[in-house]
């Protein structure tokens, strides 16, 4: 290991829009691997005591977005095994960068598949107004963000989280 990296690197980091399956692939992955498995959107829930939702409407987005790049940073630092990042993590720079090196997987999926798992009644501060066209916007916003931070890139649409849990056990050692 080279000066300067890491002792403690995560197995692989998902990425991709909410309703990819991030969190879901996660628990399978780390099942099958014996290994921990974190999701940031939970450490931040978990740090601050309330829902996302929750942080948004009180202290809004900006105020997420520092809380979300400081769990990123850590769980990075920290964990071994399968970590899971939330939907707009990619968006900030910084994250960009601590992402360079690590083994990072983009779930991509359209829009039909991310709307069936997402629902359209669900409460998600990014998703307020047209559910179906917010979503949209934010696929096409972010998409190029998770193709760039992506070491592999697994498709999600009609496939069962087992499905693309084998997937990205195809593409790592």
Do not use: C
């Not at 498995?37 to 520092?66: L, N, P, W």
């Not at 400081?70 to 970590?83: D, M, N, Q």
């Not at 968006?91 to 983009?106: I, K, N, S």
């Amino acid at each position: 290991m080279s000066a300067g990296s890491p002792a403690v690197r995560p197995r692989v980091v998902l990425v991709g829009p909410m309703g990819a399956g991030k969190t879901t692939v996660a628990d399978l992955l780390g099942a099958r691997w014996g290994v921990g498995v974190r999701d940031t959107d939970r450490d931040v829930e978990a740090a601050e005591q309330r829902a996302i939702s929750d942080i948004f409407v009180d202290d809004g987005e900006q105020h997420f977005r520092d809380l979300e790049a400081a769990a990123v940073a850590a769980a990075l630092a920290e964990h071994p095994g399968v970590l899971a990042l939330g939907g707009g993590a990619v968006l900030r720079e910084d994250t960009r960068a601590l992402l360079a090196g690590h083994v990072v997987v983009f779930l991509r999926g359209g829009l039909a598949d991310a709307a069936s798992r997402v629902g359209l009644g669900v409460a998600r501060p990014m998703l307020m107004g047209n559910v179906r066209g917010r979503m949209k916007q934010l696929l096409e916003e972010r998409t190029p963000v998770y193709e760039a931070v992506a070491t592999h890139v697994v498709d999600t649409d009609a496939r069962t989280p087992d499905q693309v849990a084998d997937a990205i056990e195809e593409l790592l050692p």
